[in-house]
C-alpha cells in the first residue's frame, strides 16, 4: 500500500497486490475529491511502478471505474484490454 498524507489526511490511497510473483495488480487506486487535481495519483503510481520494478514484477494490470482517471493511467503507459489496463515493465 501507498499512501500520501497532507495536514493529518490521506488524499490518496493506492494498494499493490502480488499475483503470482511476477505480475501485480493495481487496486483501490483513489484520490479524495478535494485533493484531486493535485498529482497525487501520479506520485503514488510512479512510485509503486518503481516498486515493482525493483522487486522483479513483470506486469502490472489494473482495474478502474473512474472514466476521468483513464488519461492518468494511459499517460504511465497502461494498454486497455478487455475490462482492465495492462502495462508490461
Do not use: W
Amino acid at each position: 500500500m501507498a499512501a500520501i498524507e497532507q495536514q493529518n489526511e490521506l488524499p490518496q490511497i493506492t494498494i499493490c497486490t502480488n499475483k503470482n510473483g511476477k505480475h501485480c495488480s493495481l487496486v483501490s487506486v483513489y484520490t479524495v475529491p478535494n485533493y484531486r487535481g493535485n498529482g497525487y495519483q501520479q506520485k503514488v503510481i510512479t512510485y509503486l511502478l518503481e516498486f515493482a520494478k525493483s522487486k522483479g514484477f513483470t506486469d502490472i494490470t489494473l482495474t478502474t471505474n473512474t472514466p476521468d482517471a483513464i488519461h492518468i493511467y494511459e499517460k504511465f503507459g497502461f494498454k486497455y484490454i478487455p475490462k482492465k489496463y495492462f502495462l508490461s515493465l
